[in-house]
């Protein structure tokens, strides 16, 4: 069982998102422990989240299971049907396939930690619910790429 140094690890803060989208990820990094640990079945996730920072958009999967969990802070689960405080010790789950779009916002003055633990599906659709975003991620089993809503590549 390898450990992982995580002072030591790769730190991502560069988002997915085609601009102007990708401001809203301003203030997230990400370690990816899964592919630290060479995982192949799951991805891991630990992600530091500034004080108005929010992890994403509002979006949800058509393939890939994703949970969340609070290590240290607080901050806003904002899904399409209302909001939801979470702090350190709780985790949220969002099934594949479910149509409710998902976000976590740091609404606090302090960072938030949290743990996000996803499905490494070959294929997915990332589908974003605010209607300003015209967005949707899809992977084809080639990495994630950026598509308008009505299919047009960016």
């Not at 401001?23 to 060479?38: E, M, N, T, V």
């Not at 509002?58 to 909001?83: A, N, P, S, T």
Request: aromatic fraction near 8%.
């Amino acid at each position: 069982m390898p450990k992982i140094n995580i002072e030591t690890a790769p730190v991502r803060t560069a988002c997915m998102y085609p601009p102007p989208y990708d401001a809203q990820c301003a203030g997230r990094s990400k370690i990816s422990l899964g592919d630290l640990g060479h995982l192949s079945q799951f991805g891991v996730n630990l992600t530091p989240l500034s004080p108005g920072a929010a992890s994403a958009h509002q979006h949800w999967h058509k393939h890939e299971d994703e949970l969340v969990y609070v290590i240290e802070g607080e901050v806003m689960l904002v899904e399409d049907d209302g909001e939801t405080l979470l702090r350190a010790g709780d985790a949220a789950t969002f099934k594949a396939g479910v149509e409710n779009g998902h976000m976590l916002v740091n609404r606090s003055d302090q960072e938030v930690v949290f743990l996000e633990v996803g499905t490494r599906g070959e294929k997915d659709v990332c589908t974003y619910t605010d209607p300003d975003v015209d967005m949707q991620l899809v992977n084809g089993g080639e990495g994630w790429k950026p598509f308008h809503k009505n299919g047009e590549p960016y």
